[in-house]
C-alpha cells in the first residue's frame, strides 16, 4: 500500500461501521437474495481460516464467493495448515511453526480478502476478550479481513437484522420489543452471538431487554457500553432482566443464545450448579404466550427442548431457518464491499 492510500476496510464488527453503511450492506445483501448476484469476486478470492469448526459459516462464505465468481480457499492452522502464534517475542520452541506476522502478510500476496474464524480459548476472559487472533490478522494484512466469528459475530448480525426487516415488512424496526434471552446448554458456550445480537438490535433502535439468570450472565461492560452508546444514537432502551414474565411480556422479537457466565470464566466447575438451576429458561409455548406474537429466532446450532422447544422451533413464527439462509446473501454484500476500490461504486 502506498502512503497515500486510503486505509484497509475490514468487516470485524458492525460498530465500526457506520449506520448508513449498514444499511447499505443490508440493502445490498436483499438484492443478491432477490437476482442473480453479479460478478462482484470476478477473478479474485479469499482465504477462509478456521480454527475452529463451522458448517453455516464455510459453506456459506464458499458458495457466496463461488456466486460472485470468485475462489476460496479453505485453511485450518494446526490441521492442514502449520500451527501459528501470535504473541511478539515469544520464543518459538513450542508447538507453532510460523507467525502471525508473516502469516498475514503472505496470504495478502495470494488473495484478496481473508476471513477468520478463531474462538476463545475459555482460560482467562481478560486475554480472549482482546481478540488477538482476529486482530492479528488486521494488523498484518495489507488486504480486507473478516470476522467469521471470534468474540463477536457481524455476519451473523447482519443475516438476523435482514431476517427481522423481511418479517416484519420494514427496514425501520425501532419501537420494537426485543428480548435476548439466556437459555441453558450442558455446556458454557461462548459470548460472541449475544454480544452481537445485543450490537444490532440496539443499533436498529429497538427497546431490548436482555434476560439472564443473575446478574454473573450479564455479557462484558464493552458490548454493555456499545449497546448503551447506540441507545442513545438510534433511540430504543435497554433493560436488564432476571424476571421471565415480564421480560416476554409483549416482546415482538424473542432470540435466544446459551452463554457462560464470565466471572466463571476459565473455571467453569463452580459455575456449573448455578447454570443447572435455570433450565427452566428454555424458550417454549407458555413463554411465547406472553409475548405480542412475537417472532422467534436463534443462530444455530441449537438442541431442541433444552434452549427451545420442538413446538417454538417448528412455529411458522420461527424465523431462523431464514435467518441461516441470509448468511450466505449478508456475506456476499460484505465481501463485494471490501473488494470495491474505497470510496468507489464500482
Given at each position: 500500500?502506498?502512503?497515500?492510500?486510503?486505509?484497509?476496510?475490514?468487516?470485524?464488527?458492525?460498530?465500526?461501521?457506520?449506520?448508513?453503511?449498514?444499511?447499505?450492506?443490508?440493502?445490498?445483501a436483499a438484492?443478491?437474495?432477490?437476482?442473480?448476484?453479479?460478478?462482484?469476486?470476478?477473478g479474485?478470492?479469499?482465504?477462509?481460516?478456521?480454527?475452529?469448526?463451522?458448517?453455516?459459516?464455510?459453506?456459506?462464505?464458499?458458495?457466496?464467493?463461488?456466486?460472485?465468481?470468485?475462489?476460496?480457499?479453505?485453511?485450518?492452522?494446526?490441521?492442514?495448515?502449520?500451527?501459528?502464534?501470535?504473541?511478539?517475542?515469544?520464543?518459538?520452541?513450542?508447538?507453532?511453526?510460523?507467525?502471525?506476522?508473516?502469516?498475514?502478510?503472505?496470504?495478502?500476496?495470494?488473495?484478496?480478502l481473508?476471513?477468520?474464524?478463531a474462538?476463545?480459548?475459555?482460560?482467562?476472559?481478560?486475554?480472549?476478550?482482546q481478540?488477538?487472533?482476529?486482530?492479528?490478522?488486521?494488523?498484518?494484512?495489507?488486504?480486507?479481513?473478516?470476522?467469521?466469528?471470534?468474540?463477536?459475530?457481524?455476519?451473523?448480525?447482519?443475516?438476523?437484522?435482514?431476517?427481522?426487516?423481511?418479517?416484519?415488512?420494514?427496514?425501520?424496526?425501532?419501537?420494537?420489543?426485543?428480548?435476548?434471552?439466556?437459555?441453558?446448554h450442558?455446556?458454557?458456550?461462548?459470548?460472541?452471538?449475544a454480544?452481537?445480537?445485543?450490537?444490532?438490535?440496539t443499533?436498529?433502535?429497538?427497546?431490548?431487554?436482555?434476560?439472564?439468570?443473575?446478574?454473573?450472565?450479564?455479557?462484558?461492560?464493552?458490548?454493555?457500553?456499545?449497546?448503551?452508546?447506540?441507545?442513545a444514537?438510534?433511540?430504543?432502551?435497554?433493560?436488564?432482566?432476571h424476571?421471565?414474565?415480564?421480560?416476554?411480556?409483549?416482546?415482538?422479537?424473542v432470540?435466544?443464545?446459551?452463554w457462560?457466565?464470565?466471572?466463571?470464566?476459565?473455571?467453569?466447575?463452580?459455575?456449573?450448579?448455578?447454570?443447572?438451576?435455570?433450565?427452566?429458561?428454555?424458550?417454549?409455548?407458555?413463554?411465547?404466550?406472553?409475548?405480542?406474537?412475537?417472532?422467534?429466532?436463534?443462530?444455530?446450532?441449537?438442541?431442541?427442548?433444552v434452549?427451545?422447544?420442538?413446538?417454538?422451533?417448528?412455529?411458522p413464527?420461527?424465523?431462523?431457518?431464514?435467518?441461516?439462509?441470509?448468511?450466505?446473501h449478508?456475506?456476499?454484500?460484505?465481501?463485494?464491499a471490501?473488494?470495491?476500490?474505497?470510496?468507489?461504486?464500482?
Open positions: 500500500m502506498s502512503p497515500t492510500a486510503s486505509p484497509i476496510r475490514h468487516f470485524l464488527n458492525t460498530q465500526d461501521w457506520s449506520r448508513a453503511d449498514l444499511d447499505v450492506l443490508l440493502a445490498e438484492r443478491c437474495k432477490r437476482e442473480k448476484p453479479g460478478d462482484a469476486l470476478k479474485k478470492s479469499i482465504a477462509l481460516v478456521f480454527f475452529n469448526p463451522s458448517m453455516r459459516t464455510r459453506t456459506s462464505f464458499e458458495l457466496g464467493a463461488f456466486q460472485l465468481g470468485g475462489h476460496a480457499v479453505v485453511l485450518q492452522p494446526g490441521k492442514d495448515a502449520w500451527p501459528i502464534e501470535f504473541d511478539l517475542g515469544t520464543v518459538m520452541d513450542g508447538d507453532t511453526e510460523e507467525h502471525i506476522a508473516e502469516v498475514a502478510r503472505v496470504l495478502a500476496r495470494y488473495v484478496d481473508i476471513g477468520v474464524r474462538f476463545p480459548k475459555f482460560v482467562d476472559w481478560q486475554i480472549d476478550r481478540d488477538r487472533v482476529l486482530k492479528g490478522f488486521a494488523k498484518y494484512s495489507t488486504v480486507p479481513v473478516i470476522n467469521m466469528e471470534t468474540i463477536t459475530h457481524p455476519c451473523q448480525e447482519l443475516a438476523h437484522a435482514l431476517a427481522l426487516r423481511e418479517h416484519f415488512g420494514t427496514e425501520d424496526l425501532r419501537g420494537k420489543k426485543y428480548v435476548l434471552t439466556w437459555t441453558y450442558p455446556k458454557p458456550l461462548n459470548t460472541a452471538v454480544n452481537s445480537a445485543l450490537t444490532i438490535a443499533r436498529l433502535g429497538m427497546n431490548v431487554t436482555l434476560l439472564c439468570p443473575t446478574p454473573e450472565y450479564v455479557l462484558d461492560e464493552r458490548y454493555m457500553g456499545w449497546a448503551r452508546d447506540n441507545v444514537e438510534s433511540g430504543g432502551s435497554l433493560t436488564v432482566s424476571d421471565i414474565e415480564s421480560a416476554y411480556a409483549g416482546a415482538d422479537v432470540y435466544a443464545k446459551s457462560g457466565a464470565l466471572p466463571y470464566f476459565g473455571n467453569w466447575g463452580p459455575e456449573k450448579p448455578i447454570r443447572d438451576q435455570y433450565r427452566h429458561f428454555i424458550v417454549d409455548e407458555a413463554k411465547m404466550a406472553l409475548t405480542n406474537s412475537a417472532v422467534f429466532s436463534h443462530c444455530l446450532p441449537l438442541r431442541r427442548n434452549k427451545a422447544t420442538d413446538a417454538v422451533m417448528d412455529s413464527r420461527c424465523i431462523a431457518i431464514e435467518e441461516a439462509e441470509n448468511r450466505l449478508v456475506q456476499k454484500a460484505v465481501m463485494a471490501l473488494v470495491r476500490p474505497h470510496g468507489r461504486d464500482s
